[in-house]
Every structure is written in C-alpha cells, then in structure tokens.
C-alpha cells in the first residue's frame, strides 16, 4: 500500500509554491472577483476570470476561468481550494471532473496520478501568466 501512495513532500511543495503564486495574483485574496487578460507572445489576449465561491475564515474555494479563442475548447475551468492557515492550494475540480481520492481505485477514464496531474498543470498555467504578463490596461 505505501509503494502506491504519491510522493507527499513533492505534492505539499507544488501546492504551497501554487498558494504563493495565487496570493500574488489575487492580491492577498482581499476581493471576490478579479478579471484581467493575459498578453500572449503572439499579441493576442485571453480574458481570465478568479470568483471566490466560497469563503470561510480558513479556507476559499476559487473559481478560475481562461477564455481560449480556438473552435475545439471553449474556456479552460479550474476550482482551486485555498487553505489560508496552511499556506497551502490544491485543485480540487478541473474541467469540472475531480480526481479520484488516492484510496480509491483509478477509474479508467484517469490515470492514477490525476490530482498531481492537475496541480502540475495549475503551477504551469500560474507560470505561463507571470512569464507572458497582464495587460495593463486591464484593472485587476
């Protein structure tokens, strides 16, 4: 059983790397809604939308959501849950499909390391937003 358990220490790194990265985006999570566009290094620009869904004292559940101009995706959905006191942000739905719990067998549809996955893909999606920039004429 502790042979199939995912490495914990690379997830917690990739999940408070992610909190960081949110924390500067969303300007420490003092708002509910925060909408700007992304400069892409073809000068076009995608719309991107944060909504908090829902806010506790330790925790929020965000919303984000990218508009992508091509035929086959329509906009990309990711629901991130933000753990305030644990400096920590995890994926929890993408797509609008979660993970299957780490105790549970794989469906077939998801491969077994489907949560390390999407957390991967939230730090690659967060880096691609510092690394092309925001356009300034959009307030956040």
Known sequence: MIKSLP????????CEA????????????SK????????NPDSSSNPINFCVLQRTQHTL???????????????????????LDAKLAEVISFQGERAVPYFMKALKTQSRDEKIQQNR????WLESIFANGINPQVKI
């Open 61 to 83: 559940i965000v919303e984000a959501k990218q508009k992508i101009k091509l035929k086959k995706i329509e906009s990309l959905v990711i629901r991130i849950q933000i753990s």
């Open 18 to 29: 992610n909190f960081l990265r949110l924390k500067k985006i969303l300007q420490g999570f």
């Open 32 to 39: 509910n809604k925060y909408s700007f566009e992304t400069i």
């Open 121 to 124: 893909f939230l730090t690659e």
């Open 7 to 14: 490495k914990t220490s690379h997830q917690l790194a990739v």
